[in-house]
């Protein structure tokens, strides 16, 4: 059975900082592109950043670049999110999702309202509430 697990988020001040894990059993995650997403309270979920097999091309989102950095390691089968200089609009549902492809360098899409449709595995989710 296929699951998708992230943790790392929690209760911080704005300009805190946090680190988010996404795990995986049931599937090897470095066979898999990856990509964040968030849905903050009554909004669309949208794509945050998103990171190819190999680990060197990486996408992300204008409104978060400079603070979050996204980044694998495929030997303990996690991909992390981390984010600096949080804000209250940071605050949000965040998600881990794995697409698969044989590409070791693309890079899924993580943008547009489309994006979410192309990832067959998702985590439950994680909790981020920045506060002011």
């Known amino acids: 059975q296929v699951q998708v697990a992230e943790s790392g988020g929690g209760l911080v001040q704005e300009g805190g900082s946090l680190r988010l894990s996404c795990t995986a059993s049931g599937l090897t995650l470095g066979d898999f592109g990856v990509g964040w997403f968030r849905q903050a309270p009554g909004k669309e979920r949208e794509g945050v950043s998103c990171i190819s097999r190999a680990g060197d091309r990486t996408y992300i989102k204008e409104a978060v670049e400079g603070r979050f950095t996204i980044s694998r390691d495929n030997v303990k089968n996690t991909v992390y999110l981390q984010m600096n200089s949080l804000r209250p609009d940071d605050t949000a549902v965040y998600y881990c999702?794995?697409?698969?492809?044989?590409?070791?360098?693309?890079?899924?899409?993580?943008?547009?309202?489309?994006?979410?449709?192309?990832?067959?595995?998702w985590g439950q989710g994680t909790q981020v509430t920045v506060s002011s």
């Open positions: 999702a794995a697409y698969g492809t044989s590409d070791y360098w693309y890079v899924p899409t993580c943008s547009g309202p489309d994006a979410v449709n192309i990832y067959p595995y």
